[in-house]
């Protein structure tokens, strides 16, 4: 079972539907068709162009004291805006410096799938191990796990949502860059943002015993349906229900705080 909690803040599951042709075989003797009456090309109907989707949540324009550094640039900036929301040691304890921005937006965006690239993480593992407990053919997950959690949680739900969406918003366009950057323009990287934290609010609530599989190295969890979740949701899970839950008070209060932006 993956460790490594990408943070951020849901993109509705894709179902691709397959549709067989249904063929009729019959025990009669096989006739011949008439002859088909020539048929005239019909010139095709024009199709109009797709329309670019349009923006849902607008980021409000920053007042720039002064211009923004370029992406590729922006390291030692981000670091600098980062440390003064968690504070530098707890930068220095949680999160991997080096291209800042892209990772956050890559974690992001990558959330609603269901594994994330490691190379691109934003964040260091949980410290620890990964604790089961039960039996070898009945193995379930060890709440000891939790604790493991907590100083991440505590970081998060500890910071000030007013100052965050500021800084947010000062260094938008990085982050918009960032997101284009990876094939998605004219995707709206605010409006992902949105639909990821509301990906994220719908993890069911589970209660302790979770039961595990394992069939292989890795640990799964049992309930197909929980296995079939995110990597975002399942890492919710594996936080322990009250850790989860103080982390969906705060996606709330970010959520809100997002869509009460003034509209630009």
Do not use: C
């Amino acid at each position: 079972m993956n460790e490594n909690i990408k943070w951020g803040a849901a993109a509705a599951a894709v179902v691709g539907l397959s549709i067989g042709a249904v063929v009729y075989f019959s025990g009669r003797k096989h006739v011949e068709p008439p002859p088909a009456e020539p048929v005239v090309a019909a010139t095709p109907p024009r199709v109009a162009a797709p329309e670019e989707p349009a923006i849902k949540h607008p980021m409000p324009a920053a007042q720039q004291q002064e211009a923004l550094p370029a992406l590729n640039e922006s390291d030692e900036t981000i670091q600098g805006a980062v440390k003064g929301l968690v504070g530098e040691k707890p930068f220095e304890q949680i999160f991997i410096p080096d291209d800042l921005i892209r990772h956050i937006v890559v974690s992001i965006d990558n959330l609603p799938e269901q594994k994330v690239a490691e190379k691109i993480r934003a964040v260091k593992p949980v410290p620890g191990r990964f604790a089961v407990q039960g039996s070898e053919d009945a193995p379930v997950l060890d709440p000891a796990n939790y604790e493991r959690y907590k100083p991440m949680v505590q970081l998060l739900t500890s910071i000030d949502t007013k100052q965050l969406i500021a800084t947010y918003t000062r260094y938008y366009p990085l982050f918009q860059e960032a997101y284009e950057s990876l094939g998605h323009p004219p995707d709206y990287f605010n409006d992902r943002l949105v639909v990821v934290i509301d990906h994220l609010l719908e993890t069911p609530d589970v209660h302790d015993p979770v039961r595990l599989v394992q069939p292989s190295v890795q640990y799964k969890f049992a309930d197909p349906q929980l296995e079939s979740l995110s990597a975002g949701q399942k890492a919710l899970i594996r936080m322990g229900s009250a850790n989860a839950a103080q982390v969906k008070v705060k996606l709330r209060e970010l959520r809100t705080a997002l869509l009460a932006q003034p509209r630009t």
